[in-house]
Nanobody, 121 residues
């Protein structure tokens, strides 16, 4: 079994910064892509940023230049540094990992429970 746990959300004023962390643990053979999604009230979940195991990244146009995704493969952890936050960034942020389970050796996407980010104007 694989667990994915996010942390670092909270309330911040517009223009401020937050850093989200997400750690995967349990029976892990290897982790491929890791990513962050977000879902605002009444909206569909959308990709924020994604990073491959080798460090290749891609971002939603709405966060380019403001958010930075990174990872530590030794710690099975992915980070999202969010700067110049805007009220429209308010959402629940979810982490996902493409993981090969160390028991079944099958690949599947695991999701965290989400962490709330609220940006006040």
């Amino acid at each position: 079994q694989v667990q994915v746990v996010e942390s670092g959300g909270g309330l911040v004023q517009a223009g401020g910064s937050l850093r989200l962390s997400c750690a995967a643990s349990g029976s892990i053979f290897s982790i491929g892509d890791m990513g962050w999604y977000r879902q605002a009230p009444g909206k569909q979940r959308e990709l924020v940023a994604r990073i491959s195991r080798s460090g290749r990244t891609n971002y939603a146009d709405s966060v380019k230049g403001r958010f930075t995704i990174s990872r530590d493969n030794n710690k099975n952890t992915v980070y999202l540094q969010m700067d110049s936050l805007k009220p429209e960034d308010t959402a629940v942020y979810y982490c996902t990992t493409s993981t090969i389970d160390g028991t079944s050796f099958s690949r599947q996407n695991y999701w965290g429970q989400g962490t709330q980010v609220t940006v006040s104007s």
